[in-house]
């Protein structure tokens, strides 16, 4: 198995400050980092203080490796994983999810866009919010198994949303990336809501991941 370069890694870096955040994008199979070129930008209006950095081409295969990198990068620019942003399409999401499941402290947020877990996942770190971004018409991982897994992230407390495009298929959709951005500046981490209004509150709740209050069952569709 051949390792990762990680001197070939994209990094966007604030100019001027040091950066409040770290967001990771890792791209799908058979592509390369410019697919997430338009998360990238998208990321940087929204966040102009956030680092962002595209790590060359990887599989599961090269999780540790990756998982290893991220913490080095952490490291040197002092930013924690609740700092810390894992984003990716299709295989990268997958990754990401994965990362987030097996290390608890690596990141707090997960974007993962036409992806899911490798295996379903019998818990989920309190500390990570995961965000599903979903073509309703993609044929390479239907919208069903999407619908199931947020079914049973519901199931097991963990603090997670699911947004559905319709008409569209397994791709980078301009309509998902800005649901993201929307996701990141407005959706509270179901722990900071429970500090905040307590568990008796949190008991009424319709959801165990509604912190940005919708159904699990009905996706809220963004295009």
């Known amino acids: 198995m051949t390792a990762i370069d990680f001197s070939a890694t994209l990094a966007f870096v604030p100019k001027e400050e040091k950066p409040n955040l770290l967001f990771v994008l890792l791209h799908g199979e058979a592509a390369g980092p410019e697919q997430l070129f338009p998360l990238a930008d998208a990321l ?39 700092q ?10 997958r990754m990401a999810l994965d990362a987030s499941r097996q290390h608890a402290d690596l990141a707090g947020r997960v974007l993962a866009f036409s992806g899911l877990y490798s295996e379903t996942p019998a818990s989920l770190p309190e500390t990570t919010m995961v965000h599903l971004f979903h073509g309703a018409a993609d044929r390479l991982l239907p919208l069903k198994e ?26 980078m959709h301009s309509a998902l990336i800005e649901q993201a951005i ?3 500046q407005t959706c509270v981490p179901l722990r900071s809501w429970q500090a905040a209004y307590g568990e008796l509150e949190q008991q009424d709740r319709q959801s165990g991941g509604a912190a940005c209050g919708e159904d699990p069952d009905t996706p809220p569709t963004v295009h």
């Open 182 to 184: 929307v996701r990141l």
């Open 44 to 82: 940087k209006k929204a966040f102009p203080l956030a680092m962002l950095i595209l790590p060359p081409a990887h599989d599961e295969a090269h999780l540790d490796e990756l998982v290893v990198f991220i913490r080095r990068v952490q490291q040197h620019y002092g930013i924690s994983g609740e």
């Open 146 to 171: 999407v619908e199931d897994m947020m079914r049973h992230l519901s199931s097991i407390k963990a603090d997670a949303t699911v947004d559905v495009a319709s008409s569209v298929g397994h791709e």
């Open 84 to 93: 810390t942003a894992l984003a990716g399409f299709s295989q990268g999401a």
